[in-house]
């Protein structure tokens, strides 16, 4: 009775340590400014969300900048109204110019700044989310989009960190945005040869669907197949045997 009851306890324990390790790991995390989607093409243009939460219990966050990486100049950049919100837009030179539907660009945004109206902002316990438009998405295999948050009480979260590939997460990490190559682009890289091209699991699914199907018209027919066997059987029973 002991030994089960010990058992038990360090059970329990063990269950409150892995689940104070989650909590430990997931919460702060959550609570990071983020760009969404996370991912684009190189090239394209897309729609971009910067969502920042609120992560303190007594003021609320009351401007939002979000700096433009230097070294991947992006030709368009507009911003979606966002009620409660105004927005600022800095430029800055670039040398070489942007070639946006064949026109030479020699500035390109380099800041964003949503500053929210008296009384208003982001209030603890909620997020809001600022739209935005990119493109021609640069050459590069990643923007890093250092944003500071303000908040109303005066103190200033500064989301600069960038993340490193394999290592833990920074403390302050910026949101990142990956680009990848599109496809058929020299700088996509080719498949190996003689490499089959990977099953897609629709295709599982299909080869399943066909392989149930073939199994029930299989047993079917053997179904039939034995019941005209046992009707010819029973006639030739019932038939009367001819007198020599």
């Not at 971009?48 to 030709?75: M, W, Y």
């Not at 103190?155 to 496809?183: C, D, H, K, M, Q």
């Amino acid at each position: 009775m002991i030994r089960i009851r010990r058992s038990a306890s360090a059970a329990a324990l063990t269950l409150a340590a892995v689940t104070a390790t989650v909590l430990g790991f997931t919460g702060p995390a959550a609570a990071h400014v983020t760009v969404n989607p996370k991912e684009a093409t190189q090239g394209g243009y897309g729609r971009f969300a910067i969502r920042v939460p609120n992560e303190s219990d007594t003021a609320s966050t009351v401007k939002i900048e979000v700096n433009l990486p230097e070294n991947a100049p992006v030709g368009s950049v507009s911003t979606m109204p966002v009620p409660g919100w105004t927005v600022a837009v800095e430029k800055r030179k670039v040398d070489p110019p942007i070639e946006v539907h064949g026109s030479q660009l020699t500035e390109a945004v380099s800041k964003l700044t949503w500053t929210a109206a008296a009384g208003g902002g982001v209030k603890p316990g909620e997020f809001q989310e600022f739209p935005i438009s990119l493109g021609p998405l640069p050459q590069v295999d990643k923007m890093v989009l250092k944003t500071l948050q303000t908040y109303s009480d005066g103190n200033v979260s500064r989301w600069i960190e960038e993340p490193t590939p394999g290592a833990e997460e920074p403390e302050n990490p910026a949101p990142v945005l990956t680009l990848t190559a599109a496809a058929g682009s020299p700088s996509a890289a080719p498949a190996a040869a003689g490499t089959p091209a990977a099953k897609d699991d629709d295709d599982d699914d299909d080869s399943g669907s066909t392989a149930v199907v073939l199994g029930v018209v299989g047993l079917l027919a053997g179904l039939g197949g034995l019941a005209l066997g046992g009707l010819a059987f029973a006639r030739t029973r019932r038939e009367p045997t001819p007198k020599s």
